[in-house]
């Protein structure tokens, strides 16, 4: 685990140097500053939509640094042909795998705090008093939702070579996981049963990123979502989690390099 970790800190490292990360924090930034903008010309509703834009903001932010860094954890070392001298050292494929995943996912932790701080810094000072605590269960739902597809880009990336199309797929099981419980109820749609089975199976394999979406609940407070339905949803990304980093290891164990 010792060469994992030094594999995930050389990510990290990397990750907070790159000027994509610079830029996508930067525009974050610039989202919550016009959601307080926003707010001005709303009368008695400005708390409530800049939390309901910040929280927004966050999960956009997350997810264009899982995709577009994500999908070049893996892909990027092979165009580089830097696959070769990393695979010479003493450091096993798994561990190089893992290491990677955990890199990038403690990047994405470390802005996605940085970013929670300055929106409840704003929040504090709109209200007078402390945001209501309720918020942090959206943000904890969105970093389960951003490790998770972070997950879905390491695992594309250790089988293509294409970042483009590893990017591509991702989005693409990302949007596809937004209407997975939509998909699951299709039978009732279609007449055709090999139709309607095809896309019910296809609801229930792709992750249901849809269960982490609370922002309109928590923002609104009605119901109180409890931290119950908050565990769950961890556990659920924690299995997919394991299941997609378990598959990018067994994928890239037995790729061959030339």
Same mark, same amino acid.
């Given at each position: 685990?010792?060469? =994992? ?62 995709v577009f860094i994500?999908?070049?954890?893996? $892909?990027?070392?092979? #165009?580089?042909?830097s696959i070769y ?41 709109? #209200? ?18 951003? =490790? ?13 070579? $294409? ?27 279609v007449s055709s ?66």
């Amino acid at each position: 685990m010792t060469r =994992a970790r030094l594999v995930a800190w050389h990510v990290f490292k990397e990750s907070v140097r790159d000027r994509v990360l610079f830029a996508i924090a930067g525009f974050a930034l610039v989202l919550v500053a016009a959601s307080v903008l926003i707010g001005q010309i709303t009368a008695g509703q400005d708390v409530k939509i800049i939390k309901d834009i910040g929280l927004a903001t966050l999960e956009l932010s997350g997810v264009l640094m899982a995709v577009f860094i994500g999908v070049g954890l893996v $892909s990027r070392e092979i #165009e580089r042909r830097s696959i070769y001298s990393v695979l010479a050292k003493p450091v096993h494929r798994w561990e190089f795998v893992v290491g990677k995943y955990a890199g990038l996912v403690g990047t994405i932790v470390l802005n996605l705090v940085l970013m929670t701080v300055a929106l409840f810094l704003l929040l504090a000072w709109l #209200e007078g008093k402390m945001p209501d605590p309720g918020l942090l269960k959206g943000v904890v739902l969105i970093l389960a939702e951003l =490790a998770l597809l972070t997950a879905v880009a390491l695992f594309f990336s250790t089988f293509s070579s $294409s970042g483009i199309l590893s990017a591509g797929l991702t989005l693409g099981v990302f949007v596809v996981g937004l209407f997975s419980e939509d998909l699951r109820g299709f039978s009732g749609i279609v007449s055709s049963p090999v139709l309607a089975s095809a896309v019910r199976a296809i609801g229930v394999v792709v992750p249901a990123f849809s269960a982490f979406d609370i922002k309109a609940d928590v923002v609104n407070g009605r119901p109180p979502v409890p931290w119950a339905y908050v565990a769950m949803t961890v556990l659920y990304a924690c299995f997919y989690v394991s299941a997609l980093v378990g598959g990018a290891v067994a994928v890239f164990s037995r790729r061959e390099f030339k």
